[in-house]
């Protein structure tokens, strides 16, 4: 079964410090995300991206952040100066290219957890 | 903004009794699809399942189904037969084309 596969699982790195979180998505997927969950809190919608362009963005992914798909398998996410409080879990999640009205699920990868020190 | 509430941080079930997660949203558009996902402590989210807003019929997946009201903005989750590997976080979502929120989410916890 194809999956949603992020790499590393675990990731830490001293504060200040560049991150970038990989993800490879489901072939014959077209739209991809990010999604934050900070230990035990809710999970947070970081960005979408479709058509090699960021479709949508929540008030979390400021300039320290960015996405992109280097080639056609990859989609990753980089963090240019990390801060504590980026500490969290990070999912990569893709879905299909919706026909008409019907969307379908996100599938999510096993996530990475970063941990800033 | 959509937002997504699930106003139980926690819900306890004796097993093989039924539990119902709760769960309402806020949005102005018509078309969307509603997902239940459950996260259990190995992290991985994993979708129970889905509604689509434009059906009027009840989503039901085995032991799970869920109580749709679209006017009312509701979508809950029933457990029927709950058993001990039902035991995590679920998480309500609601998502468009672009954009998919998740509600901060319910721990269910299984009592033997």
């Known amino acids: 079964e194809p999956e949603v596969t992020q790499t590393p699982s675990h990731q830490v790195t001293q504060m200040g410090q560049e991150v970038i979180l990989r993800c490879v998505p489901i072939?014959?997927?077209?739209?991809f995300y990010w999604y934050r969950q900070i230990l035990g809190q809710k999970v947070e919608f970081l960005v979408s991206?479709?058509?090699?362009?960021?479709?949508?963005k929540s008030e979390i992914f400021d300039d320290q952040f960015s996405v992109e798909r280097p080639d056609g398998s990859n989609f990753t996410l980089k963090i240019r100066s990390t801060k504590l409080e980026d500490s969290a879990m990070y999912f990569c999640?893709?879905?299909?290219?919706?026909?008409?009205?019907?969307?379908?699920?996100?599938?999510f990868g096993q996530g990475t957890r970063l941990t800033v020190v | 903004a959509q937002t997504v509430t699930q106003s139980q941080p926690e819900m306890s079930v004796q097993e093989a009794e039924t539990v119902t997660l709760s769960c309402t949203y806020d949005t102005s558009e018509s078309d969307y699809y509603l997902f239940w996902y459950k996260q259990p402590p190995s992290r991985q989210m994993i979708l129970v399942i889905r509604?689509?807003?434009?059906?009027?019929q009840n989503a039901t997946e085995n032991r799970f189904s869920v109580n749709f009201q679209k006017a009312a903005k509701s979508f809950s989750l029933k457990i029927s037969d709950s058993q001990l590997g039902d035991a995590a976080m679920y998480f309500c979502a609601y998502r468009t084309i672009n954009d998919m929120r998740f509600g901060a989410g319910t721990r269910l916890t299984v009592k033997p």
């Open positions: 991206f479709y058509n090699n362009e960021i479709s949508e």
């Open positions: 999640a893709s879905s299909e290219v919706p026909l008409g009205s019907l969307y379908t699920e996100a599938f």
């Open positions: 072939s014959n997927h077209l739209y």
């Open positions: 509604q689509e807003a434009y059906k009027q």
